[in-house]
């Protein structure tokens, strides 16, 4: 889609304007599915992390500042949306962070696999780093925050790494066409 258009002809201005927008009504599509109960998108009443899928989209070919303000603002904008204890902000920024780190050019050839790849194991890290939350806070036996983590990271990095190209194919398109 993309292919044809040449992106030469617009002004560098109107292009960033255009850039950021797709980022930012991407980044809010991403927001508004997370709470979505959709036919296919639901396993054991867990959804995909969408917003966790956006920022390891982001972040691979971002710097890690770049990756760190993302996690940060992401983190924010769902702890306002939905618990703010234990925050989402710590374990989005770790996520981002090594999102970003990752030279996936390098390890990993095939898109489609190495993006499902990264975001499993982001989501393990993510949900890993929650499940220590809540245990610091110590208001739930480590029982119990035990058998939720295991059901909820297990099942959520499975449908998230499964629904990941859906968004990382036409974002990474835009960038590589917009850098071409």
């Not at 956006?54 to 996690?71: D, M």
């Not at 095939?110 to 780093?129: L, R």
């Not at 809540?134 to 983590?149: A, K, L, M, N, V």
């Given at each position: 889609?993309f292919?044809?258009?040449?992106?030469?002809?617009f002004?560098?201005v109107?292009?960033?304007?255009?850039?950021?927008?797709?980022?930012?009504?991407?980044?809010?599509?991403c927001?508004?599915?997370?709470p979505?109960?959709?036919?296919?998108m639901?396993?054991?009443?867990?959804?995909?992390?969408?917003l966790l899928i956006?920022?390891?989209?982001?972040?691979?070919k971002?710097?890690?500042?770049?990756?760190?303000?993302?996690g940060?603002?992401?983190g924010?904008?769902?702890?306002g949306?939905s618990?703010?204890?234990?925050?989402?902000?710590?374990?989005?920024?770790?996520?981002?962070?090594?999102?970003?780190?990752?030279?996936?050019?390098?390890?990993l050839?095939?898109?489609?696999?190495?993006?499902?790849?990264?975001v499993?194991?982001?989501v393990?890290?993510s949900?890993?780093?929650?499940?220590f939350?809540?245990?610091?806070q110590?208001?739930?036996?480590?029982?119990?925050?035990?058998?939720?983590?295991?059901?909820?990271?297990?099942?959520?990095?499975?449908?998230?790494s499964l629904?990941?190209?859906?968004?990382?194919?036409p974002?990474?398109?835009?960038?590589?066409?917009?850098?071409?």
């Amino acid at each position: 889609m993309f292919n044809r258009f040449n992106f030469s002809q617009f002004p560098k201005v109107l292009i960033n304007l255009i850039d950021w927008l797709i980022i930012v009504l991407s980044a809010l599509l991403c927001l508004l599915l997370s709470p979505t109960r959709m036919p296919g998108m639901v396993l054991l009443g867990i959804s995909p992390n969408w917003l966790l899928i956006w920022l390891v989209t982001w972040s691979v070919k971002r710097s890690i500042f770049q990756a760190t303000i993302a996690g940060i603002t992401l983190g924010l904008i769902q702890d306002g949306i939905s618990s703010f204890n234990p925050t989402h902000v710590v374990s989005l920024v770790v996520v981002g962070v090594i999102s970003s780190r990752i030279q996936k050019h390098r390890y990993l050839q095939e898109d489609f696999i190495s993006i499902a790849i990264i975001v499993f194991f982001m989501v393990m890290i993510s949900e890993t780093i929650t499940a220590f939350q809540y245990i610091i806070q110590g208001f739930r036996p480590i029982e119990s925050i035990w058998d939720d983590f295991q059901r909820i990271s297990l099942t959520s990095a499975i449908l998230s790494s499964l629904w990941a190209p859906v968004i990382y194919y036409p974002l990474n398109l835009w960038w590589e066409n917009l850098k071409n």
